[in-house]
């Protein structure tokens, strides 16, 4: 019994000395490292979005009416004047049908009328040949001349009619062509709203029949929230991708941005338009897209993540913890360590903790150019294949803010 309570102390004694030899440094440090390599950084602003067709037409009618005939389906391909549907036109075949016969009936009362003028202009010039020989009487050449101005008048009376009549025929007539709807470009009929059989009222508003869109160059409506906003440019590079094709990149230009924006749950977004050519249509209508604006980029260059950076002359312990071991900002950059538009490559200056091949560690300066949230590029300071502390902690327990998801391995330091 006595030799059990003896070794039970012992371990006690044990435990309590490692957990002091912990507590007071006995335990050698560990690094959390990652690698200097070359490869590829941007700096981008991200946005959801959706595609539309760039041109397309809401092609309606103007005239109401029964819709007859509907010669196109969703899908169909459609070239600038094809027919596309068919309004009842028997009303309106009727009144032009009216309006040419009472024109008609106009031209030929005129004609009766210009006969009508010829006598009383005759009538007219007899009484003036008589009333110089005074073999007339004043009744008589004034009842000639009132007869001809008469006539006259009536004449332009008639031709006015004419020219009244002409004019509404020219309406119903132009009302009987729009019972025949045409394609006013070609492209795809990508929806329907009309429905054959369906009586279309087109007093208030034009009813819309079909859409037709040119498929062949998309538009790529992107929101982008208010505090990305002011990082774009008009004709900056923009590329996404789609849900049915993640490893396919389609690249456009900045062209628009919407000043007016949308508010959902308040939350402040602004469309951000750019164009792509989809001359396969690929690309469809209402597709969803994950948007990338390009702020700055560059290719095969070195690189380290953006934990390893710390203010230049400070030490590690030294760092913002608010950002896991990554650097402070300095004035002018943006969370995350990207720049404002048009100085993403201006160089900073940062330092890093380099570990030695023999297990200590260095501070060293170093000039960064492109930063985005996850990686900087690295301008000098570094040379490929050098290890930068990214994390710290003590042996066989957890490490510092900084090393959770970053790259890199565990080296106890020798020193």
């Known amino acids: 019994m006595a030799l059990l309570v003896a070794l039970f102390l012992v371990l006690a004694a044990a435990a309590g000395g490692w957990a002091w030899w912990r507590q007071v440094g006995g335990a050698p440090d560990v690094y959390v490292t990652a690698s200097v390599e070359r490869t590829d950084i941007e700096d981008s602003v991200t946005a959801l979005g959706s595609l539309q067709p760039r041109d397309f037409v809401d092609v309606g009618t103007q005239v109401s009416g029964q819709l007859k005939k509907v010669h196109v389906e969703i899908g169909a391909t459609v070239k600038a004047g094809d027919l596309l549907a068919e309004i009842d036109p028997t009303v309106y075949l009727a009144r032009v ?28 010039q007899r009484q003036s040949n008589l009333m110089k020989a005074n073999a007339t009487s004043e009744d008589a050449y004034q009842s000639s001349e009132a007869a001809m101005r008469s006539a006259t008048a009536q004449v332009e009376a008639l031709k006015a009619q004419i020219q009244q009549t ?43 029949i079909v859409r037709v869109a040119d498929l062949s160059t998309m538009t790529v409506w992107a929101q982008v929230s208010e505090a990305d906003v002011p990082k774009l440019r008009i004709g900056m590079e923009a590329y996404f991708t789609i849900l049915g094709n993640p490893d396919r990149r389609w690249y456009g230009m900045l062209r628009q941005i919407l000043p007016t924006p949308e508010v959902i749950n308040n939350v402040v977004l602004y469309d951000a338009l750019f164009d792509v050519p989809n001359p396969d249509q690929d690309l469809m209508t209402q597709m969803s897209a994950q948007v990338f604006f390009v702020v700055a980029g560059a290719k095969d260059v070195l690189t380290v993540p953006i934990a390893a950076l710390h203010p230049a002359g400070g030490l590690a312990r030294g760092r913002d913890a608010s950002t896991g071991g990554g650097a402070r900002r300095e004035a002018g950059a943006r969370p995350g360590g990207a720049q404002e538009p048009g100085d993403a490559r201006r160089p900073r200056r940062y330092a890093v903790t380099v570990l030695m091949p023999d297990g200590t560690t260095v501070e060293r300066e170093v000039r960064v150019g492109i930063m985005n949230r996850v990686a900087a590029e690295v301008l000098s300071g570094l040379e490929p294949g050098e290890r930068v502390v990214v994390g710290s902690g003590r042996a066989g327990g957890p490490s510092q803010p900084g090393s959770s998801g970053r790259p890199g391995v565990r080296t106890p330091r020798l020193s």
């Not at 009936?105 to 009383?120: G, I, V, W, Y």
């Not at 004019?167 to 394609?183: H, P, Q």
């Open 166 to 208: 002409e004019s509404t025929l020219k309406g119903d007539e132009a009302n009987l062509g729009y019972t025949r709807i045409y394609a006013p470009i070609a492209g795809t009929v990508v929806s329907q709203t009309a429905k054959q059989g369906q009586t279309l009222n087109a007093n208030q508003q034009a009813p819309i």
């Open 97 to 124: 049908e009216a309006a040419r016969a009472q024109l008609l009936n106009l031209k030929a009362q005129l004609a009766e009328k210009q006969a009508q003028l010829q006598l009383a202009e005759r009538q007219f």
